[in-house]
C-alpha cells in the first residue's frame, strides 16, 4: 500500500479523514470544524486531482479538476499519485488593529495532500485545503524539487463546477474599465463570459456563495472564464506578453475562497479571507489610525475647482487652510488635497510621467499647510495621482515618502487611472500585483497609510499590512459627479456589501448633502439624505470621507451623525437582506458602547422591522433616528429626515419606514444610571 494510508492514523483533530479506495483510488474526506461542510479529494482514474464540496448534505460544487498549465513544459494536471497526506486543525482567536470585528475567531480543519507525477520527472505538487465554518481555502504548493525551477505559468485550471446554472451576481473583466469600476448584474452563470471576483452566487438550493481569493502574493488575479453553463475555470491575468506569471519553486499560490452562507448577512460577516492571510509584518502599529477625513476633491469632480493650474486651481494655500480650518471646528481628523503637485495641467490621464511627487505648485505653500495643519490638531491626506505611471512613480517614492512623512502627512491616496499600468500592464496581473506591494511596504517605512484606488482587488492583505488601509475597486460616489449614464442607480449599493465589499474596505466617500448641483451629464446622489448617512454603516472603510463640500455641511443638524460615526467596529450583523434590495446592518463602536446601526433601500420604498436583539443585555439605549421625512424620495425630494430620539433595548422591535432610494441611520447609546 501506499504511504498516503499512514495518514490516518495521525489524525488528531475533530475532522474525519476517511480514505476508501474505490477503484484504488484514495478519497479523501475533511469537514468543517461544525460538520456542515464537506470536502471530498481524490484522483481521476487518468491521475488528475479533483475536489468537491457539500453543505448539509447539499451539492454545492460537484468534482472540479485542478491543475496547471506552463509554458515550455509539460501540464501538471494529470498522472498524479498521492504520496502522503497530513491533516491539522486549528481554534485560536487573533485580534485586528482595526476592522469591522475586534476579535477574529480562526477556526479550521486542514488538509495537505502531498502529489507526485508517476511517470517522467515525477514532479511534485501540493494542495491544502481549508475548512472553516464560513467556508473553503485552498492553495497549490510546489516545493523546490530537482526538475522544477523557474516556471512560466501559462494556465491554471481550477475548475468550479456547480451543480446547476446558478444565478451570480457578477461585473466584467477589463471591459468598462480595468479596475472593477462597472455595475454589477444578477445573470445566470451561462449567460456570463469571463467574470472579476468575488462573484457571489444565489443557489437554487437557497444558499448564498462567494468565490474569491485571499492573499495575493506576487501572482496574477483568478479572474473566472465560464467554462460550461454551470462551470467557471480560473483564469488567470496575464503580463502583455501573454505568460500569466513567473514563479520559483518553492511557491505557493494565493489562496482560492469559496464563502458559504444560509442568509447573504453571513457573507458580509465571514473572516475567511483575513484568516487566510498572514499576521502582520508591521511590528509597530502606534501610527497606523482609523480616521475621517473631509478633501479637496468633490469640487474638482462638480467642476467647480482644477486639479491643474488656473484661475479654479481648488489646491491652493488659502482654500486648503479653509478646509483645515472646517476639519479642526468639527472635529475630523484629516484633510485630503488632490492636485497640489506638478503634472496635472492639460489632459493629465494621457501620460502620468509629467507628475512631480516633491514638487508643489507655486500656489500651494506644503511646508506651511503642513504646519498649519499641525497647529489645529488635523492632519494632512497626500495624494500621488500616477495615471499608470507605475515604474515613473516608483522612482520617487523613496523621496515621496519621505517629504509627507516629514511634514506630518501620515495617510497617501493613491491613484492609477489609466487602461494599463506603464501603457501596457494589467493593473491586476502580476506586474501590478508587485508595483502595489511595493508601495505599502515602502509606505510603512514612513509610516504612511494608504488608501489605493485604481487598485488591484483586495485580498485580505489588510491583516499583513495593516496600514493598506481602503481601497476603491469599485463605482464609488463620484460616479453620482460625472457618469454618462446617470450615476449608481439607487441598488447600487445594497449590492456592493454582498460583492464589492467581500474583498475589504471601500473608500466608496458617502456624505453627499447638496442634490442640486448640476453636471454636463445629468448625473445625480440617487439617495435620500439620510441613506447617505446610512451608508457610514453599511460601507465600511477606516479612512471615511465626508465628501460633500464643507459649506454644504455647514448649520446641518444631520452632520452631527457624520461627525458620531466611528470608522472602525468591534462587532458586526446583519439583521435583514436580500442583495439588490435592502440591507441593514448594525455595528458596535470599537472604542465605546455605542451601537450604530444602517438601513438602506434600492429604489423601492419599504418597511422592515428589525429587532434589536443585538444589543447588550440589560442595557437601555438612546437611539437616535435619522429617518427619511414626509414625502423624502431620492428622485425628487432627497432633503427631507427626521431627526428623533427614543428609549429601546434588547427587546424592542423598530419599524423603520424607508423611502424609495432612501435610509435610516441610528446611533444607540447606553443610558447609565
Ligand atoms: C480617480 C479617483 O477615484 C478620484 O477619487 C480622484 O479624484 C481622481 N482619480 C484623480 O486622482
Not at 275 to 282: D, G, H, T, V, Y
Not at 404 to 433: C, F, M, P, S
Not at 452 to 458: L, M, Q
Request: net charge negative; hydrophobic share 35%; with cysteine.
Amino acid at each position: 500500500m501506499k504511504n498516503y494510508l499512514y495518514t490516518f492514523g495521525l489524525t488528531l483533530c475533530s475532522c474525519a479523514l476517511i480514505v476508501s479506495c474505490a477503484k484504488e483510488q484514495p478519497t479523501y474526506k475533511l469537514s468543517s470544524p461544525d460538520q456542515a461542510t464537506t470536502l471530498e479529494f481524490s484522483l481521476t482514474e487518468s491521475g488528475a486531482p479533483q475536489y468537491k464540496v457539500s453543505h448539509n448534505g447539499t451539492s454545492v460544487l460537484e468534482p472540479s479538476l485542478l491543475g496547471f498549465e506552463f509554458e515550455d513544459l509539460k501540464s501538471m494536471t494529470d498522472g498524479f499519485e498521492i504520496i502522503s497526506s497530513e491533516e491539522h486543525s486549528a481554534d485560536t482567536s487573533w485580534e485586528q488593529p482595526w476592522g469591522e470585528f475586534k476579535t477574529i475567531r480562526d477556526h479550521h480543519n486542514e488538509l495537505v495532500v502531498h502529489l507526485k507525477e508517476t511517470e517522467g520527472e515525477q514532479r511534485l505538487m501540493d494542495l491544502k485545503f481549508r475548512l472553516f465554518d464560513d467556508g473553503l481555502g485552498f492553495r497549490y504548493a510546489f516545493p523546490k524539487q530537482e526538475h522544477m525551477d523557474s516556471v512560466k505559468i501559462s494556465n491554471e485550471l481550477t475548475q468550479f463546477t456547480f451543480p446547476q446554472n446558478h444565478d451570480v451576481w457578477w461585473i466584467p473583466v477589463h471591459a468598462e474599465n480595468s479596475y472593477y469600476e462597472s455595475l454589477y448584474k444578477k445573470s445566470p452563470m451561462n449567460t456570463t463570459d469571463t467574470i472579476n471576483t468575488p462573484a457571489t452566487f444565489e443557489t437554487k438550493d437557497g444558499l448564498y456563495l462567494a468565490l474569491h481569493e485571499a492573499n495575493l502574493t506576487d501572482f496574477a488575479s483568478m479572474t473566472l472564464l465560464k467554462s460550461k453553463d454551470n462551470q467557471y475555470e480560473s483564469d488567470l491575468v496575464p503580463w502583455a506578453n501573454g505568460v500569466k506569471v513567473y514563479a520559483q519553486t518553492p511557491f505557493e499560490t494565493p489562496w482560492r475562497t469559496l464563502i458559504i452562507g444560509e442568509q447573504p448577512g453571513d457573507l458580509v460577516t465571514s473572516t475567511l479571507m483575513l484568516n487566510l492571510n498572514e499576521p502582520s509584518k508591521i511590528e509597530d502599529l502606534s501610527w497606523i489610525k482609523p480616521s475621517k477625513y473631509i478633501g479637496i476633491w468633490w469640487g474638482m469632480h462638480l467642476d467647480k475647482y482644477s486639479w491643474g493650474q488656473g484661475d479654479k486651481h481648488g489646491a491652493t494655500t488659502e482654500n486648503t487652510k479653509k478646509y483645515i480650518d472646517f476639519a479642526a471646528k468639527h472635529g475630523l481628523d484629516g484633510v485630503l488635497v488632490e492636485g497640489w503637485n506638478l503634472g496635472w495641467d492639460g489632459d493629465w490621464t494621457a501620460d502620468g510621467r509629467a507628475f512631480s511627487f516633491t514638487q508643489p505648485y507655486p500656489d500651494f505653500d506644503i511646508e506651511a499647510i503642513g504646519e498649519y495643519a499641525a497647529m489645529n490638531n488635523v492632519r494632512l491626506i497626500g495624494h500621488h495621482e500616477t495615471a499608470g505611471a507605475a515604474k515613473h512613480y516608483e522612482d520617487q517614492l523613496e523621496d515621496a515618502f519621505k517629504l509627507y512623512n516629514r511634514i506630518g502627512v501620515n495617510a497617501v491616496k493613491t491613484g492609477y487611472v489609466n487602461k494599463y499600468l506603464d501603457k501596457k500592464e494589467w493593473h491586476d496581473g502580476q506586474y501590478g500585483v508587485r508595483h502595489y506591494r511595493k508601495v505599502i511596504e515602502t509606505a510603512a517605512k514612513y509610516h504612511i497609510m494608504i488608501d489605493n484606488h485604481e487598485p488591484v482587488k483586495g485580498t485580505g492583505l489588510q491583516r499583513t499590512y495593516p496600514n493598506l488601509m481602503t481601497q476603491e475597486g469599485g463605482r464609488g460616489q463620484e460616479y453620482n459627479a460625472w457618469s454618462a449614464d446617470g450615476g449608481n442607480p439607487p441598488e447600487h449599493t445594497t449590492i456592493l456589501p454582498f460583492t464589492r465589499m467581500l474583498s475589504g474596505p471601500m473608500d466608496f466617500t458617502p456624505g453627499n448633502f447638496d442634490f442640486s448641483y448640476e453636471t454636463p451629464n445629468k448625473a445625480m446622489v440617487p439617495t435620500t439624505l439620510a441613506k447617505q448617512l446610512a451608508l457610514y454603516v453599511t460601507m465600511f472603510s477606516p479612512l471615511q470621507m465626508a465628501s460633500d463640500l464643507p459649506e454644504n455641511y455647514e448649520s446641518k443638524p444631520a452632520f452631527q451623525f457624520i461627525k458620531d460615526v466611528p470608522e472602525i467596529w468591534s462587532e458586526t450583523v446583519v439583521p435583514n437582506a436580500e442583495i439588490g434590495k435592502y440591507v441593514t446592518m448594525a455595528r458596535k463602536d470599537w472604542n465605546s458602547l455605542d451601537w450604530y446601526l444602517g438601513a438602506i433601500t434600492n429604489a423601492d420604498a419599504r418597511q422592515l422591522q428589525v429587532p434589536l436583539t443585538f444589543l447588550d443585555e440589560n442595557t437601555s439605549y438612546t437611539a437616535q433616528i435619522y429617518e427619511d421625512g414626509e414625502g423624502a424620495n431620492y428622485k425628487s425630494n432627497p432633503y427631507p429626515i427626521n431627526i428623533t430620539t427614543k428609549t429601546v433595548d434588547r427587546n424592542t422591535t423598530l419599524e423603520l419606514n424607508l423611502a424609495a432610494g432612501g435610509g435610516t441611520a441610528i446611533r444607540f447609546t447606553p443610558i447609565t444610571e
